[in-house]
């Protein structure tokens, strides 16, 4: 059984940073033959896309909300993938999750991040 467990959140300042960790466990395959996705769910909100990273790092992309700002990451001999958050605002607050799906179906539990002064 597949389980992602995610780290990292916290409560920040405008235009501070944080860096998310999520530990992947229980693959029926290689880590490293994975894609692997960034959703958030704000307050009141459904969930939203945020990133994604292909296999062995290859193919990045972003939401045009946090490109410029965020970048995905992994480490395939720590089963990791990370996402480092900067100048994060106020309308980035939200639980967010890693998921083996852009739709976010299959999750973890999530890390919540809330930015404010």
């Known amino acids: 059984q597949v389980q992602l467990v995610e780290s990292g959140g916290g409560l920040v300042q405008p235009g501070g940073s944080l860096r998310l960790s999520c530990v992947v466990s229980g693959l029926t395959s290689a880590f490293s033959q994975y894609r692997f996705f960034w959703v958030r769910q704000p307050p009141g909100k459904g969930l939203e896309w945020v990133s994604e990273?292909?296999?062995?790092?290859?193919?990045?992309y972003y939401a045009d909300s946090v490109s410029g700002r965020f970048a995905v990451s992994r480490d395939n001999a720590r089963n990791t993938i990370y996402l480092q958050m900067t100048s994060l605002k106020v309308e980035d607050t939200a639980v967010y999750y890693c998921?083996?799906?852009?739709?976010?179906?299959?999750r973890g539990q999530g890390t919540q991040v809330t930015v404010s002064s």
């Open positions: 990273i292909g296999a062995s790092g290859t193919g990045r």
């Open positions: 998921a083996r799906d852009r739709e976010g179906t299959l």
